[in-house]
T-cell receptor
Framework: SAVISQKPSRDICQRGTSLTIQCQVD?????MFWYRQQPGQSLTLIAT?????????ESGFVIDKFPISRPNLTFSTLTVSNMSPEDSSIYLC???????????FGQGTRLTVV | DQQVKQNSPSLSVQEGRISILNCDYT??????FLWYKKYPAEGPTFLIS?????DKNEDGRFTVFLNKSAKHLSLHIVPSQPGDSAVYFC???????????FGGGTRLMVKP
């Protein structure tokens, strides 16, 4: 399997500021994804983090708001920019590992914007 | 347009009984289905999966059934235990290891 370390685990931020969430995996992985879980909602894919190239964003999510980096096969960051209270959610990093058919998740970052 | 739906937001069962969680999907391209369990303040934990070439997969107390013609799958937990109390998410993908589309989740409460 894969052990995923996601930081920070939670934060309370002022509106208009930005927060960068880090995702570190203990082994090289083929695919890395970022999901969002808004209060009382399901998990929604924000983007696929591509190593060495721009992330692939899902409908409704844009690079200016959620810039993503993936400099290597074990690390990625998601930035939530110019935050508003509507961005208050749990943000989750997920990875796919070769030889495993299921995706693994980090413990999530609980973000509250005030 | 919700491609994966869990129509029951909550389910309460007695310890020792069977828990049945249901999931429906609309996208015919989905060929891999998974169930995840989620506790508060934790990330989802993988439970069990099934490929579209099968109609049943069993792992201990957990069994997933897939009805492709009805685009329906279900998770059976037998016997249910209080520690099973959590939110269960159904998810689907086109190909294993690819991006997942999640259902809305079902909160399962197993009463002692």
């Amino acid at each position: 399997s894969a052990v995923i370390s996601q930081k920070p685990s939670r934060d309370i931020c002022q509106r208009g500021t930005s927060l960068t969430i880090q995702c570190q995996v203990d082994s090289q992985v083929t695919m890395m994804f970022w999901y969002r879980q808004q209060p009382g909602q399901s998990l929604t894919l924000i983007a696929t983090a591509n190593q060495g190239s721009e992330a692939t964003y899902e409908s409704g999510f844009v690079i200016d708001k959620f810039p993503i980096s993936r400099p290597n096969l074990t690390f990625s960051t998601l930035t939530v920019s110019n935050m508003s209270p509507e961005d208050s959610s749990i943000y989750l990093c997920s990875v796919a590992v070769e030889t495993y058919t299921e995706a693994f998740f980090g413990q999530g970052t609980r973000l509250t914007v005030v | 347009d919700q491609q994966v739906k869990q129509n029951s937001p909550s389910l309460s069962v007695q310890e020792g009984r069977i828990s049945i969680l249901n999931c429906d999907y609309t996208n015919s391209m989905f060929d891999y289905f998974l169930w995840y369990k989620k506790y508060p303040a934790e990330g989802p934990t993988f439970l069990i999966s099934i490929s579209s070439i099968k109609d049943k997969n069993e792992d201990g107390r957990f069994t997933v059934f897939l009805n492709k013609s009805a685009k329906h799958l279900s998770l059976h937990i037998v016997p249910s235990q209080p520690g099973d109390s959590a939110v269960y998410f159904c998810a689907a993908s086109v190909g294993a290891g690819n991006m997942l589309t999640f259902g809305g989740g079902t909160r399962l409460m197993v009463k002692p």
